[in-house]
């Protein structure tokens, strides 16, 4: 469909890191942006609320892949130190092994992680260091030639396989099947394999391409931005702001409006008629297709989403606690003794797990502060089945369970009674706040079918001037994919077929 040439003038709907993202990248280019977000606050996902002098991220912790922030900086002609003050965690995570007690540190620091392996397999710590050569190797053809490029068939992505099979990576078995062609002990499976979930997805379902997770978190290393993770979109909407794009936040917008196959702009829920050369949605997928879009121009029906893989929901507690919390590190995962049943019990057959796998993070270690003097923070979040809401008294039974399992398992036998402050968040509350499809905390999974030219397309097939970003489209779930969806939104909307990342002079 032939596209709308240089748009002068650009909606885009919902302020999360996609939508940030974008707004910036047009708005460098000279586009007047007008960013529409339906929340109090701008960052989508990446939230954060503050309660009794407790600041709370409410979503993302993990800062991964710094060379993308980079990346997407230098593009615009920033530097990521100018605006983030990252350091870099060490330990990098701590693990809690339910079924037998033992609690391990990870630091990526192949040096140091493969004497934990060596103790966990024998003969694993030797082949760690060209386990994990595979993947940098995998990352780098990765980002070279297919993270930041446009999918618009089968070809284009057989490529990668081509290249990849070229290297002899069997990297389109499923990830559990993958790891333990290298390593056979349980626990280094867990080890290897705990990120899926960030993904979205489980290691039975989702391609080995994604070990490339195990580069990212063993050799690159886990940050934190001072401040919490909120600065990140805060220093997004700022630099959106400093090339000229306005941001309207508690501005919801109600309906596309298209005349003819064009998008003309959106009404907002108070009724105001804003129009645009071209409007780009980061609000959520199915969200945007069945509601903001009037019916003829509808991309998906109802059978499409019945049979998409939807990524876990989080059941999230937010806690201020008195005193510190030395038992832990910044990250820490305990793990369940039944992984697999675990995994089923959020894909297949929906259900309160009953032998969790959770994760803890407290930066208030690293960053004091994000509480009052003596106090901490905690973030306990449990990965369940997208649109299992659960009714009061099953929230109150799972969050006494993961409370006690932590006492438990952590060694914090006193944690009930140092709770000063305490908030759940779960299913509901992200469709509430995000219109998030069966209230999934990341959108679709990425499932093999689920993956480039299979995963939604950023460009709207019936209306010829509007696109999409964001976790649900092309490359996929996380804050440096969704940095990635802009470039990949923009040069749609430029036309610019480049595998690579953007480069300068496409912003002029
Ligand atoms: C609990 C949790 C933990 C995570 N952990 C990590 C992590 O550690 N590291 C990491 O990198 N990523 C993590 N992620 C994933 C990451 O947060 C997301 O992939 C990313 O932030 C999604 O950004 P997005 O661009 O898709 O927009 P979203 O965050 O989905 O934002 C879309 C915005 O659109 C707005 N909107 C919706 N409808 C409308 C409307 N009608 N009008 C106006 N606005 C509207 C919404 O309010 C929202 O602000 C996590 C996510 C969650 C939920």
């Known amino acids: 469909m032939k596209k709308i040439d240089n748009p002068r003038t650009a909606i885009i709907i919902g302020a999360g890191i996609g939508g940030l993202a974008t707004g910036i990248l047009l708005a460098k280019k000279g586009v007047q942006v007008t960013i529409l977000e339906k929340n109090k606050h701008i960052g989508g996902r990446a939230n954060i609320f503050v309660e009794k002098d407790f600041v709370f991220d409410m979503g993302p912790s993990w800062f991964l892949m710094p060379d993308v922030y980079e990346e997407f900086f230098g593009l615009i002609g920033e530097k990521v130190q100018d605006h983030l003050d990252l350091i870099r965690l060490d330990p990098s995570y701590r693990l809690f092994f339910r079924d037998d007690g033992s609690v391990l540190d990870m630091h990526s620091d192949v040096e140091r992680d493969k004497h934990t392996f060596e103790q966990l397999e024998i003969g694993a710590g030797e082949k760690l260091k060209p386990y994990l050569d595979r993947t940098e190797m995998q990352y ?197 003794k039944d992984w697999k049943t675990n995994f089923y019990q959020i894909f297949d057959d929906p259900q309160t797990p009953h032998d969790p796998s959770l994760y803890i993070c407290a930066p208030s270690i690293t960053d004091p502060s994000l509480a009052p003097s003596g106090k901490s923070i905690l973030f306990l979040l449990v990965p369940i089945a997208a649109g299992l809401a659960l009714d009061e008294e099953q929230t109150q039974a799972f969050r006494n369970q993961i409370i006690r399992t932590i006492a438990e398992e952590c060694d914090m036998p006193d944690l009930e009674d140092r709770i000063e402050f305490e908030r759940v968040y779960q299913v509901q509350d992200f469709q509430k706040d995000y219109h998030s499809y069966m209230g999934s905390a990341f959108g679709l999974s990425h499932t093999m079918d689920q993956t480039a030219f299979l995963r939604p397309n950023n460009t709207h097939k019936k209306i010829k001037n509007m696109y999409f970003v964001g976790a649900n489209t092309n490359p996929g779930i996380g804050m440096p994919m969704c940095l990635i969806s802009a470039e990949l939104a923009f040069k749609r909307i430029y036309n610019i077929k480049t595998n690579g990342p953007l480069e300068k002079k496409d912003l002029e």
């Open 140 to 336: 780098t053809i990765a980002m070279k030639d297919f993270v930041y490029k446009n999918y618009d068939s089968l070809f284009d992505f057989l490529n990668l396989r081509v290249a990849l099979k070229g290297l002899r990576l069997s990297v389109f078995s499923n990830m559990d099947t993958y790891v333990s062609k290298f390593f056979k002990s349980d626990k280094i499976a867990k080890i290897l394999q705990y990120m899926m979930v960030f993904l979205g997805s489980s290691p039975y379902n989702t391609t080995a391409l994604y070990s490339i997770m195990n580069h990212i978190d063993f050799n690159m290393g886990v940050f934190y931005p001072q401040g919490g993770i909120y600065e990140i979109p805060k220093s997004l909407g700022a630099l959106a702001e400093k090339f000229g794009a306005t941001i309207r936040t508690e501005s919801p917008v109600a309906k596309i409006n298209v005349t003819d196959g064009v998008a003309t702009g959106v009404r907002l829920e108070n009724g105001e008629v804003l129009t645009a050369d071209v409007v780009i949605s980061n609000a959520d997928l199915h969200f945007t297709d069945t509601q903001l879009t009037p019916e003829p121009y509808r991309l998906y029906s109802e059978k499409y989403w019945n049979k998409r893989t939807i990524s876990p929901s989080a059941f999230i507690v937010y806690l201020g606690i008195d005193g510190e919390t030395p038992e832990l590190a910044h990250h820490n995962l305990i793990f369940s």
